[in-house]
């Protein structure tokens, strides 16, 4: 079936230090999308990809859509402590009509 | 505000009985919904998406006699845990789509312990 995968499994910086998580899927995606859940909380949506080699950013993210659909990449710039928490990303294919979670990426930022 | 509410947020229940989650889309009708359930440190595993007016549909390893869903409305899917045992602990998240976007909300999440 479907996977998704994301590196690194954990990664720990200090303060001010950039931060990327990789998200690989086994089929190509019609959509990827992006969640940050916090320690003991629920996936927070934080945006959608949707072009072949799409960029955006939201202030410190960056985010990529692979140009095959099949990757994508999260990176965050000079890191806050307010950035820990779990990233996933989330492939979505038509043809299913679901989201399948990536193993996500676990950041701690040290003060 | 939430967009979508999950209820209960925490359970303990006995080994044996059933536990009943609701999932209900507050600001628009939702013709799909999904239910997820997290192993600690995991990541979110898909257990059925369930649409409105029809029969669950769900991922392969989840046995739906097990884990009754129910999408009775556009705007209100449960998810029923039937005769618990410790082995289902876990904390169960639902997400609603629309036809519109392919973004999904999630719920606050629910975390079952079974005692």
């Known amino acids: 079936g479907q996977q998704v995968m994301q590196i690194p499994q954990y990664q720990h910086v200090q303060e001010g230090e950039d931060f990327t998580t990789y998200c690989n899927s086994s089929?190509?995606?019609?959509?990827i999308q992006w969640y940050k859940q916090r320690p003991g909380g629920h996936p927070v949506f934080l945006i959608q990809?949707?072009?072949?080699?799409e960029v955006k950013k939201q202030k410190r993210l960056t985010f990529q859509f692979g140009e095959a659909k099949k990757n994508s990449s999260l990176h965050i710039t000079a890191t806050q402590t307010t950035d820990v928490g779990t990233y996933f990303c989330?492939?979505?294919?038509?043809?299913?009509?679901?989201?399948?979670f990536g193993t996500g990426t676990r950041l701690k930022v040290l003060a | 505000g939430a967009v979508v509410s999950q209820h209960p947020s925490r359970v303990i229940c006995k080994s044996g009985t059933s536990v009943k989650i609701e999932c209900r889309s507050l600001?628009?009708?939702?013709?799909?919904m999904f239910w997820y359930r997290q192993f600690p440190k995991k990541s979110l595993m898909l257990m059925a998406t369930?649409?409105?007016?029809?029969?669950?549909?769900?991922e392969q390893g989840v046995e739906k006699d097990k884990f009754l869903i129910n999408h009775a409305s556009l705007t209100l899917s449960t998810l029923t845990v039937t005769s618990a045992h410790p082995e289902d602990s876990s904390f169960y998240i639902c997400?609603?789509?629309?036809?519109?976007?392919?973004?999904?909300?999630f719920g606050q999440g629910t975390r079952l312990t079974v005692v």
């Open positions: 997400s609603v789509g629309r036809a519109s976007s392919t973004e999904a909300f």
């Open positions: 089929t190509t995606l019609s959509n």
């Open positions: 990809l949707v072009k072949s080699g």
């Open positions: 989330a492939g979505f294919t038509s043809g299913t009509y679901k989201y399948i």
């Open positions: 600001d628009f009708q939702a013709t799909t």
């Open positions: 369930s649409n409105e007016g029809s029969k669950a549909t769900y």
